[in-house]
Each structure stands twice: as structure tokens, then as C-alpha cells.
């Protein structure tokens, strides 16, 4: 089994909390590390339908059952729970009795903000990073590939597991979260999605082409975010005295999802495909943003853009100021790499930036650039 990169801030967090909520898409691994962490607590799914009947109908009865602690696995299947749950922890000092998972953020936070605030901790799961997988070194492969466990776990063909996992999102999942009646509509306004990787977020584009309103796509977004399908970078507030763009951009939390949803079938599809240089940059970003969920931490990272296309991929939020990153698909590095910090930097006075790149070189310029291969992000992590 792949130790997890977040399991000593889950372990780090039940000395410290009553209970821990552990959120993240369906099949990134919770259950396996909540399990595998904790295998002294009991294991209770509340995906069964027996167990669910019970802790719907006879709460006291479920917890009392439970009384020592227990892993309450997709939590969200049994929201009135919590109401209860809190009585429970109140009861007791006793820190880290029970774990709570879901693959819905949305009807975790409603649930928990109401009846367990300040008993409980969140930690975001999301897949493997790079340093978790054992991973390919081709950067198309990876691309196409994702960074689901299951698909290394069980040496499952990406196309097929990732149009298995889009089918089950959007005929379960979805009705779940929010009773969308208009499943075609809703697929197809997903693989637009798809289609705007690093994009600006323009709604009304995205209702146009999906023949729904405004309000609608606001809600479905809601919907893809609550459910770890996408998120949105947002533009950094620094203005310079020039107008920026205010934006945000959209990016997946996996690019073989992405690529499924884009028809992508191979890795060759992803070397010769119009979003090449965006899915590698959604790769990326994803990474650094897995890399602050483990910690336990919200990602720090923002994009910056004026209105006449002066550019910069990722303003980092650090405690030492702003870090400038580029992200480049190219494999060579070439002076184009270098425009949107060099402009930075004459704008802001800034000493210092990185480019990571798809080639395998490392650098350290005399302008203060660093250039990182995207294998060696890690080497990177400390700055953030």
C-alpha cells in the first residue's frame, strides 16, 4: 500500500480534535488511509444501506453502538447524524474517537458548520501526487494517465475507468448533491468544462453553449467544486496601477479526468492535442495545491493577468512575499519561458522565480530564475 503524503497531519490532527473530517473526491484513497492509519477504530459504511437505515432511524442507538469511536465512512449518506454526533464528542475529552470521510464537501460543511464547529478538523484528500504514484517519467502518459490510486492500484486502463467514474458521478452523484434533472445538459456543460483548462471563467459563454442561464452554470460550478471535479484559481489583488483581469481560472483536480471528458484516448492524442500546454499546466497546479491540502493547509496560489496580456502563470503567497512561477509544456528551454517573470520583476522590483518546464535540465540563472524540471517539483515545495 502507498503511504500518503497527508497521513502524518491526519494522525497530527486526532491528537488534536475530538473527530477529523477527511474530504476528497471519490476514489482518492480516503477510506484506505483513514483505515490503514486508524485500524484500531471500527469501520462503519454508511454507503450500506442497512447501516444507513439504522443511523437514519435509531441515531442514539448507531452512536451508542459506536460509543469507543469509529471510521464513519461517506458521512454525507447520513447528514442528520452529526446533530446527534455532537452530544457524543461534548461527553468526552477524548481526542480523535472518530473519523469522518465524504466525497461531498458541500454536505459535510453545512452538516458540520451547524452541529460540530470547533470539534472537528478538515483534511483534503485529492489523488496521488507525483511523488506517491509510481509514475511514469513521459509527461504524456502522466497527462492521460491522471492520478487516481485505482488505476495503479489495480492496473486498470485509464479510458475505460475514467468513463466508469464520469457515468457514476453524473447518474449518482450529481442527484445527490443537487436534484439536476437535465443529465445531458449537465454532461455536456461538464466536458466544456473540459475544454477551458486555464481558461477564464466566462459563465455566459459556458450558458450559451450549453443552452442553460447564467444562474444555472453559477450552481453547476458550486456543484463540480463541492464534489472535488474542478476548481478555480483566482486572480491575484495586486494591481500596479494597471487594470487586471478579475476572472478566476478553471482547472481540474485530475487530468486524465479531464482527458476522458476531452475524447483524449491516448497518450499520442495528448502530445499532438490543442490543450497539451494547458493540462500540463493543470498538472502543475494541481500538484502545488495537493501539496498544501497534506499539510493541512489552504493553497496559497493565484494567477495575475493585465488587460493588455502581460502575464503571470502562479503568484505563490509565501511568507518571504510573492514567488512568481511559469509553467511551460516545452521541453527545451527557450527565451519565451521567461516573459511573463521578467515583466514581473521590472514591475515589482522582484529578485526572484521559477519556470518549471517538461524538460529534465535544472538550472539557477544570474537573474535570480530557477528552472525546475516537473519531475522536481519537490524541490520547490519549500518555498511555498
Known amino acids: 500500500m502507498v503511504k500518503r503524503d497527508a497521513e502524518k497531519e491526519l494522525v497530527a490532527l486526532c491528537k488534536q480534535y475530538k473527530a477529523v473530517a477527511l474530504v476528497g473526491p ?75 470521510t465524504g466525497s461531498n464537501n458541500f454536505l459535510l460543511q453545512d452538516n458540520i458548520s451547524q452541529s460540530l464547529a470547533g470539534r472537528v478538523a478538515y483534511l483534503y484528500l485529492l489523488p496521488f501526487t507525483l511523488g506517491e504514484a509510481d509514475s511514469t517519467n513521459d509527461i504524456d502518459s502522466l497527462i492521460h494517465k491522471g492520478l487516481y490510486p485505482a488505476i495503479y492500484d489495480r492496473s486498470i486502463e485509464p479510458s475505460k475507468w475514467y468513463a466508469n467514474y464520469i457515468r457514476t458521478y453524473v447518474e449518482r452523484d450529481v442527484r445527490l448533491i443537487k436534484n439536476i434533472t437535465n443529465l445531458i445538459a449537465f454532461e455536456k456543460f461538464l466536458r466544456l468544462c473540459a475544454g477551458r483548462v486555464g481558461q477564464l471563467l466566462n459563465m455566459n459563454s459556458l450558458a450559451i453553449e450549453s443552452g442553460v442561464d447564467g444562474k444555472t452554470i453559477a450552481s453547476w460550478i458550486g456543484v463540480l467544486e463541492s464534489s472535488f471535479i ?74 495575475w493577468r493585465d488587460n493588455i496580456g502581460h502575464e503571470v502563470d502562479i503568484l505563490a503567497d509565501t511568507p518571504n512575499g510573492i514567488l512568481p512561477i511559469e509553467i511551460k509544456a516545452g521541453s527545451t528551454i527557450n527565451e519565451n519561458f521567461f516573459k511573463g517573470i521578467e ?32 519531475l522536481n517539483l519537490r524541490s520547490i515545495y519549500d518555498l511555498l
Open 230 to 303: 474542478v476548481f478555480r484559481l483566482q486572480p491575484h489583488h495586486v494591481s500596479f496601477n494597471k487594470r487586471i483581469v478579475k476572472m478566476p481560472k478553471l482547472y481540474f483536480y485530475d487530468t486524465g479526468l479531464a482527458c476522458s471528458l476531452l475524447g483524449i484516448g491516448s497518450p499520442h492524442q495528448v502530445s499532438t492535442h490543442y490543450a497539451k500546454g494547458s493540462l500540463f499546466e493543470n498538472l502543475v497546479i494541481a500538484e502545488l495545491v495537493k501539496h498544501r491540502y497534506n499539510k493541512g493547509e489552504n493553497h496559497n496560489l493565484f494567477f
Open 343 to 374: 515583466f514581473w520583476k521590472k514591475l515589482t522590483g522582484s529578485n526572484r522565480g521559477i519556470v518549471v518546464f517538461a524538460g529534465d535540465t535544472k538550472q539557477e540563472r544570474s537573474s535570480g530564475i530557477s528552472i525546475v524540471p516537473w
Open 26 to 100: 471519490r476514489q482518492s484513497g480516503k477510506t484506505t488511509l483513514a483505515r490503514s492509519a486508524f485500524a484500531h477504530l471500527p469501520y462503519v459504511s454508511l454507503e450500506n444501506p442497512d447501516t444507513r437505515n439504522f443511523a437514519l432511524n435509531d441515531p442514539r442507538a448507531f452512536l451508542k453502538q459506536n460509543s469507543s469511536g469509529a471510521i464513519l465512512d461517506e458521512a454525507q449518506r447520513a447528514p442528520e447524524l452529526f446533530s446527534y454526533l455532537q452530544q457524543v464528542l461534548d461527553d468526552s475529552p477524548e481526542t480523535g474517537r472518530f473519523i469522518i
